[in-house]
Nanobody
Framework: QVQLVESGGGLVQPGGSLRLSCAASGVSFSSLSMGWYRQAPGKQRELVAD???????NYADSVKGRFSMSRDNAKNTVYLQMNSLKPEDTAVYYC?????????WGQGAQVTVSS
């Protein structure tokens, strides 16, 4: 059974930093492409960043230069380092793992940026 579990969300002031983690189990993690998505209230879920199995990354324009995604295959974990956070970054953040025609989602982690 494949499980993705996010952690590291919380409340942070504008300009602050958070690091999200997503730990995978029940799957060959190194074969997965991984992505971070977010969904704000009343908005559609959107891609924030993704990373291929070989480590190539891609970022949404809104987070380029502020967010950094990485993976540690030895720990079956991906990370999203979020710096210079803005109120508009407030959302539930989800990680997704993809392999062939299968997608797996985590349960989500709330990130709130507010003073």
């Amino acid at each position: 059974q494949v499980q993705l579990v996010e952690s590291g969300g919380g409340l942070v002031q504008p300009g602050g930093s958070l690091r999200l983690s997503c730990a995978a189990s029940g799957v060959s993690f190194s074969s997965l492409s991984m992505g971070w998505y977010r969904q704000a209230p009343g908005k559609q879920r959107e891609l924030v960043a993704d990373i291929t199995s070989s480590g190539d990354t891609n970022y949404a324009d809104s987070v380029k230069g502020r967010f950094s995604m990485s993976r540690d295959n030895a720990k079956n974990t991906v990370y999203l380092q979020m710096n210079s956070l803005k109120p508009e970054d407030t959302a539930v953040y989800y990680c997704k793992g993809s392999w062939w025609r299968f997608d797996y989602w985590g349960q989500g982690a709330q990130v709130t940026v507010s003073s």
